[in-house]
Each structure stands twice: as structure tokens, then as C-alpha cells.
């Protein structure tokens, strides 16, 4: 007991020493307190980054991306080449149409007409069934594509008949070059030149019967010159939205003109009269042609 209460003595004696050696010390510090704190927490920040991992992509996973980034571009690529814009005018209709590089597209009545808009600056070129007159810009190459034929200009104006069987075109400024689809040749027009696809697959080059002039249809007429009487019973029809019943065969051709102004009865009874045939109307805007004999 005597020992234990002596070694207890001991200690705290060495604490009061202690106390009265380092009580007055002043420890001379270098930096202020500041300081010291900025550079713990700038320590702090950087073991803090340099524990932070870096994640490599896999080559498989990048091989993906890549991929699909060559899918989407494939898929933008197509959608610009191949969507379309289709215009079409039904029968007693005309109508104007400005495409993309501010060309000028006047369309007959019947008739129908695609192009690719986001193509358009790679490639100036429209479908055509029916019949229209074209004022093109200059620039690249220009196309007119139908089944029979293909008319190619740079810049000009022309008029593109392609209904059927038949395929013509006309030259009003500037220079067309047309060939035809079963064709060898191709032929080169200039102003007031007409090239006509004959039965035989070449073409028939004549010179406009108005020369100077835009195409009858544009300023309401019908014009015609030696064509097939069918044919122009055809027009009467998309002119004026009407159906009219004619005779089977029927091998007159005819030459002349009719302003659309007029009453369709009018223009009948004149177009009858010199062939000996004689109409009569149906029901509704449907007409019955036959021969006056009978």
C-alpha cells in the first residue's frame, strides 16, 4: 500500500514539472494560421482527384457507337434522296409550280409531277406524265424524265408533251438536248424547233407553227397540228373535266385551234361538223361522239 501510494506521488511530481517547463514556451510558427489551413485543404482536393478513376471506353462499346452513328447517317442520306414531292392537276385544272432553285413549272390539266427536294442541288430532276412548259434557272444540268424520253437543258425554256404513246418536245429559248428511251439518237432543239417521237423510235424535227410563241395552253388555247382526232378529244376531255365516248378506231387527224373561253358544246359542234359526226350529252358531264349517218 505504502508502495503503491509513492509511486502515485512520483508521477504526479513529473506532471508539475512538466507543467512548469513548457507552461512559458512560445513555439516560434513559420506560416500564419491561414495559411496553414489552406495548404491541409489544398492537400485535401488533391488526394481527393487523384483517387478518381478513369474509365476507358471498350473497344467493343466504341465500335458500336461508331456504327450506329454510320447508320444514322445512312438513314438521313437515304431520306434526302429518296422522298419526293408529288404535285398533280386533275382534268379542267392548270396550275404553276416553283421549284427549289426558283425554275418555273406551268402543268396542264391531267398532268403529274414528282421531284426530290433534298436532292435537289445535286440533282436538278423531275418525272413527268401529261404535259407542262418549263422556265429554267441557269445552273447545273436540268432533267425531264418520262417514259419515253428524256429532255436535258442547263437553262432555257421548253414544253414537254408526254402523254401515252405520245412524246414530244418544244424548244423556246435557249437549247434542249432530248432522247428517247428505246432510242439511239438524241437530238439537239434550238429556239422554235419541235421534236416528236414517230413509231419508228427517232425523232421528227419541224419548226414551231408559231414561232416566238409560248405554248397554246398556257394562254387557253388548244392547238393542234395534224394530230389524231382522238387525241384531241383527249384534251377536250382535261380541259374541261368531262368524259366523251368516241368511235372505236377512229384515224382522222386534225389541225387548228379552240380558245378554252368558250362553252365545251361550242367547241364540240365546231370539231364535229367537218368530219360528219354529230354529239349528244349523257347524264352528267359525260358526251356521246358518233357518226352523223347513223
Not at 28 to 42: G, M, R, T, V, Y
Amino acid at each position: 500500500m505504502n508502495k503503491n501510494h509513492r509511486d502515485m506521488k512520483h508521477r504526479k511530481d513529473q506532471s508539475d514539472l512538466s507543467k512548469r517547463l513548457f507552461s512559458g514556451a512560445d513555439v516560434p510558427w513559420k506560416k500564419s494560421k491561414a495559411e496553414i489551413w489552406n495548404d491541409l485543404e489544398h492537400r485535401l482536393v488533391k488526394e481527393d482527384r487523384s483517387q478518381v478513376l478513369v474509365r476507358r471506353q471498350l473497344p467493343g462499346k466504341q465500335w458500336l457507337a461508331l456504327a450506329a452513328s454510320l447508320v444514322l447517317l445512312l438513314s438521313v442520306t437515304s431520306f434526302m434522296r429518296f422522298y419526293s414531292v408529288k404535285t398533280h392537276t386533275p382534268h379542267g385544272v392548270h396550275t404553276s409550280l416553283n421549284l427549289p432553285d426558283g425554275s418555273v413549272v406551268e402543268l396542264n390539266a391531267g398532268t403529274s409531277l414528282a421531284y426530290h427536294p433534298y436532292w435537289w442541288f445535286l440533282s436538278r430532276k423531275v418525272t413527268l406524265e401529261g404535259e407542262a412548259f418549263f422556265s429554267v434557272q441557269e445552273g447545273r444540268k436540268f432533267q425531264v424524265v418520262s417514259d419515253l424520253g428524256t429532255t436535258e437543258v442547263l437553262g432555257t425554256t421548253f414544253n414537254v408533251f408526254a402523254r401515252g404513246e405520245y412524246y414530244q418536245v418544244s424548244c423556246h429559248t435557249g437549247r434542249v438536248r432530248v432522247s428517247g428511251v428505246h432510242a439511239d439518237q438524241a437530238v439537239i432543239l434550238s429556239p422554235n424547233e419541235l421534236a416528236v417521237l414517230e413509231s419508228s423510235g427517232d425523232f421528227k424535227v419541224c419548226t414551231l407553227d408559231s414561232p416566238g410563241q409560248v405554248p397554246g395552253w398556257t394562254r387557253r388555247l388548244i392547238m393542234f397540228s395534224s394530230a389524231p382526232l382522238s387525241l384531241v378529244f383527249e384534251e377536250i376531255e382535261r380541259q374541261y373535266g368531262i368524259v366523251i365516248e368516241i368511235p372505236a378506231e377512229m384515224q382522222q387527224v386534225y389541225s387548228g385551234n379552240f380558245s378554252l373561253d368558250q362553252s365545251v358544246e361550242n367547241i364540240l359542234s365546231l370539231l364535229c361538223l367537218p368530219f360528219d359526226l354529230t354529239y349528244e350529252r349523257k347524264t352528267g358531264n359525260s358526251y356521246l361522239v358518233y357518226p352523223s349517218a347513223e
